[in-house]
């Protein structure tokens, strides 16, 4: 898999591989100084209230909040919580769908891929398009103004967002 990262500079970079990495090991990693009272690096598992212990894939807003694709399901992390995005229309319907991939467009708006269709939340709200028609096609995918690419096991392909 590719992704094409924007990211405002290294520091932020770190920071979410450094979460990635403490969200798939199945050990705490602590790291202490002599003295220190703070933390350098925080395990995070379903204690914490992450729906699943392995992550798929994660994606940081431009807004600073780090959405988590799980075995589960999606997540959005806020830097103190988790908060459960389910990919159902009908909230009353819990659909717990694999989340594989996760992508902000230039609109701001949060796709969702798993195994079952695509979905997307216009602007990181709790509001929800389905687009069944790319289930199981999505192998890379990366976004400029206009249009949200991606790789199909068929072909390439591209949404316009002014459609969305």
């Known amino acids: 898999m590719v ?19 403490s969200c798939i ?5 602590a790291l202490s100084q002599s003295g220190s009272q703070g933390r350098l690096f925080r395990n995070y598992s379903s204690k914490e209230g992450l729906i699943m212990n392995s992550v798929y894939s994660l994606e940081k807003s431009s807004n600073g909040l780090l959405w988590v694709g799980t075995p589960g399901g999606l997540q959005r ?12 229309a009908d909230s009353t319907k ?14 701001k708006n949060i796709w969702v891929f ?19 028609s790319l289930q199981h096609s999505l192998q890379a995918i ?3 103004t206009s249009c949200l690419y991606k790789n199909l096991a068929t072909g390439f392909g591209a949404i316009l967002l002014r459609d969305i």
């Open 25 to 29: 090991c199945s050990s705490t990693v």
């Open 77 to 88: 992390f806020d830097g103190y919580g988790f908060d459960n995005w389910d990919q159902s």
């Open 94 to 107: 819990k659909t717990g769908l694999s989340v594989y991939h996760i992508r902000e467009d230039s609109r």
């Open 3 to 21: 992704f094409k990262q924007k990211t405002n500079n290294n520091s932020s970079a770190i920071a979410l591989l450094l979460l990635w990495l």
């Open 114 to 132: 798993n195994t079952a269709s695509a979905f997307v939340f216009p602007q990181g709200k709790k509001l929800i398009r389905k687009y069944p």
């Open 142 to 144: 990366t976004s400029n």
